[in-house]
C-alpha cells in the first residue's frame, strides 16, 4: 500500500488518480537520481494496475499482487541491461510479447530500468512501440539521465521527475520505521543524499553513520587532496555528499539560522570554519563541485578530474 513507501506521494496520488479514471498512460518515463524510489515506486504502480481487490493503490496481499511480489506475474516484465547495455534483441523480444493480450491481469506492464543505458539500436527500435503501443500495455522507463535519451523517446512519455526527499522529512520516516534515534537517523538520511533507497540500504547495512566534517575543508597539504581524491574516485556519489556541507557553510556565511543547514547537529563546528572561507571561496567551491560531476557524467578521465578538484578545495592558509 501507498504508506510502505516513503515519500513520492503526490506521485503516488497521480498514479492512482489515472487508474481509477481510466486514463493510464501507454508509456511514463520516470525521471531521478539514482535509488531515489524509481523502481519500487513503479513496481507498485504495476501492482496497482492489476490489483484485483483495491481501488486505491495494491493491496498486497490478493493473488495478482503476490504473484508480482514473487517476481512470476505473467503480465509483468522488468527488462535491465545486459552486460553495459540494453540490447535491441531484449527489445525486439518485448515486442513480440507486448502484442498479446495480457493473461491475467488489465494491462501488460514493462519496467526498464536504467533506460539511458539502451544502444542506439535498441532506443530506435523501441520507439517503434511508443509510437503506437496495443491499448492494454504500459512501458515504464526509469532514467537518471534525461539528456541521454532520444528526444523522440522522450516526447512519447509522460514524464514524471523524482526528487529526493527533503534531509528532515527522510529521517522523520526512517526513526519512525526502524525506531532509530534523531542523530543517527539525519546521519543516515544526510549521507543518502534524500534519496529513500540508498537510505534504506545504509539502515539495514547497520554501519556507523556518525559523520564527521569530510576532511577536504580542514586539509591544506597538496599530498592530502591527492589522498581524498583517490577515494573519491571509489566513491563518486561522496560528491553529492560534499556539496551539502558547502552549502551549509555559505548559509552561515550570510548569518542562515542553524535550522535551515543539512548537517544541523554540526553547525557548531560549521561556523567556526566560515571563518577560513570567504563568500566568494564558498561559491567558487560549489560551483567547482558541480562543474566535475557534469564532467564525470562525459566520462572524462575521473582520476584527473577528481585531483583538480581536491586542489581546488584545498583550504586556503
Known sequence: MQNAIIGHHQILEQLYHAIASNRVAGAYLFVGVANV???TVALHFAKSINCRTSDEGACDTCLSCRKADAGNHPDLQIIRPSGTWIKIDQIRELQK??????????RK???????????LEAANCLLKTLEEPPADSVLILLTTNLDALLPTLRSRCQIIPFHPLVISELAEHLMERFNIDETQAFSIATTAGGA???A???????????EEIPEI?????????????????QQPEALDHLVTWYRDLALLHQGAPADLLTH???????????AHYSRLQLQSAIKAIFETKAMLQRNVNATLALEV?????????
Not at 578538484?309 to 592558509?317: D, I, V
Request: charge should be positive; charged fraction near 30%; avoid cysteine.
Open 37 to 39: 524510489g524509481k523502481e
Open 97 to 106: 510479447r507486448i502484442i498479446y493480450r495480457p493473461l491475467e491481469g488489465v
Open 109 to 119: 506492464v514493462y519496467i526498464l530500468t536504467e533506460a539511458e543505458r539502451m544502444n
Open 196 to 198: 529513500v533507497g540508498k
Open 200 to 210: 534504506l540500504a545504509l539502515v539495514q547495512e547497520g554501519g556507523d553513520f556518525n
Open 217 to 233: 575543508m580542514t586539509a591544506s597539504d597538496r599530498l592530502d587532496a591527492f589522498r581524498i581524491a583517490e577515494k573519491w574516485t
Open 264 to 274: 544541523v547537529h554540526h553547525a557548531e563546528q560549521l561556523k567556526q570554519l566560515t
Open 309 to 317: 578538484l581536491a586542489l581546488k578545495l584545498l583550504r586556503r592558509p
